[in-house]
């Protein structure tokens, strides 16, 4: 069974572009989830998609925002980069239900010149 | 908001060496528990997670946690630790009674272990 799979892998910015980033959860699964990893942040929730509408919303700003297609995948958009925007970015699936866990893909690490 | 602590950021230890990471967490509901490793180079695995039932939970690799709801903690412990398992490891909480799917994770906890 195939992972998570977030595209690309790497992507190199310059301030005040935008991003997408890509990401197929497991078949079957319909609930993805975005993370960002940093050094000094460490692994903190961006938001969660089920059925094409976002669940819930971390603590980051208007500038980050996601959209959930009905075939579950899901794409993350960051406008008006910034160079603390450097990270990884983490997408996540799992199936509903109690005590599912989710699955990680690979990550895509942005980093912004 | 809830936040979850790791309190040893660094381990080393010699192979054959016992394993304890702690994790606690400060959500007062019910809460789904999960252990991930980072493998260098790779992507987050889950090792155990625990939702219900006994609080004892084993997962892969001979690793397990115990849930002691009254001190709000999840530690991970593995008897003899391997090379092998030299990795960062992150405890995850989840609000279960809120809906909420997104996890909070700890900063981490990396673990060398040294042949």
């Known amino acids: 069974k195939a992972g998570v799979t977030q595209t690309p892998r790497y992507l190199i910015k310059t301030r005040g572009q935008q991003v997408t980033l890509s990401c197929s959860p497991i078949s079957g699964h319909r609930s993805v989830s975005w993370y960002q990893q940093t050094p000094g942040q460490g692994l903190q929730f961006l938001f969660e998609?089920?059925?094409?509408?976002?669940?819930n919303k971390g603590n980051f700003p208007g500038r980050f925002s996601g959209r959930q297609f009905s075939n579950s995948r899901s794409e993350m958009n960051v406008s008006t980069l910034e160079l603390g925007d450097s990270a990884l970015y983490l997408c996540a699936s799992s199936l509903t239900g109690e005590g599912r866990p989710q699955h990680f893909g690979d990550g895509t690490r942005l980093s912004i010149l | 908001a809830q936040s979850v602590s790791q309190h040893n950021h660094h381990v080393i230890l010699s192979e054959a060496a016992s394993l304890e990471l702690g994790c606690n967490y400060s959500?007062?509901?019910?809460?789904?528990l999960f252990w991930y490793v980072q493998y260098p180079g790779q992507h987050l695995q889950l090792l155990l997670k625990y939702f219900s039932g006994d609080p004892l939970v084993k997962g892969i690799k001979g690793f397990e946690a115990e849930f002691i709801k009254s001190k709000f903690s999840f530690n991970l412990r593995k008897p003899s630790v391997q090379w092998s398992d030299t990795a960062e490891y992150f405890c995850a909480v989840r609000e279960s009674d809120t809906g909420r799917r997104a996890l909070t994770f700890g900063s981490g906890t990396r673990l060398q272990v040294q042949p």
């Open positions: 959500y007062g509901g019910t809460v789904n």
């Open positions: 998609y089920f059925s094409e509408t976002q669940r």
